[in-house]
């Protein structure tokens, strides 16, 4: 049924995609075995990379929360979390790297990280406001041939769920590029005006393989 499943999606993703609406992912409540599998357009073999989505969440200052989950069958390859104390953690590949920024809640707030492996220059943008610019990781490879998981964090390839760890609430607009885009870019896209294709992760094409209690809304752009 798995190839069913993924020809489904691929199709409402199409249609969308040509459609004036745009998909929302909403996770409605605390569990262990929901999730929405993103299938890249290809592997995350990344020296750099931008990752926007657009997240809102009621959850505040109660528990970590995961937002985004990249992971081979050896590592957290790359993950996005909210904090227990409201801060935003970006992690590769073992320690991360904390911003503290204005906490996540139930109105939609546009986040963007921004890194380069040459550098090691990381970044993160809320609302099209760019944070300090920190150091991480100069001279690492995000490697390829992982899964990309909304909702839940994989302990292990994609299992080991621990459901206070799990995200409730909505993610929408997930997009991602192997370079790292230009401040103003970044600004277009939280203003809604035009940006450039994601050739990695893109949220208009990429099929979206559903686990469990989540719903899929379309909403007006």
């Not at 380069?116 to 490697?143: C, E, P, W």
């Not at 600004?187 to 979206?208: K, Q, Y």
Request: hydrophobic letters at 40%.
């Amino acid at each position: 049924m798995r190839p069913l499943v993924v020809l489904l999606v691929a199709v409402i993703s199409t249609l969308l995609a040509g459609s004036d609406s745009i998909k929302t992912l909403v996770f409605p409540t605390q569990t262990s075995t929901s999730y929405v599998e993103l299938v890249p357009q290809k592997p995350l073999n990344l020296r750099a990379y931008t990752m926007c989505m657009r997240v809102a969440t009621e959850l505040s200052g109660e528990r970590e929360v995961i937002l985004f989950a990249y992971r081979t069958r050896d590592y957290d390859e790359l993950n996005l979390w909210r904090e227990l104390d409201g801060r935003l953690g970006l992690y590769m590949s073992g320690e991360g790297i904390i911003f503290g920024v204005p906490e996540l809640g139930p109105l939609q707030t546009h986040l963007c990280v921004t890194w380069d492996s040459t550098s090691g220059a990381v970044a993160l943008f809320m609302n099209g406001r760019k944070s300090l610019t920190k150091i991480y990781k100069k001279g690492h490879t995000v490697q390829p041939w992982g899964q990309v998981i909304l909702g839940q964090d994989p302990d292990n390839y994609v299992g080991g769920f621990d459901e206070k760890q799990c995200f409730i609430g909505e993610i929408l607009d997930v997009n991602m590029w192997d370079s790292v885009l230009p401040d103003s870019t970044i600004e277009d896209m939280f203003a809604g005006r035009t940006a450039p294709t994601a050739n990695v992760i893109n949220w208009g094409s990429t099929a979206l393989l559903f686990q469990g209690n989540v719903h899929i809304v379309d909403v007006e752009r």
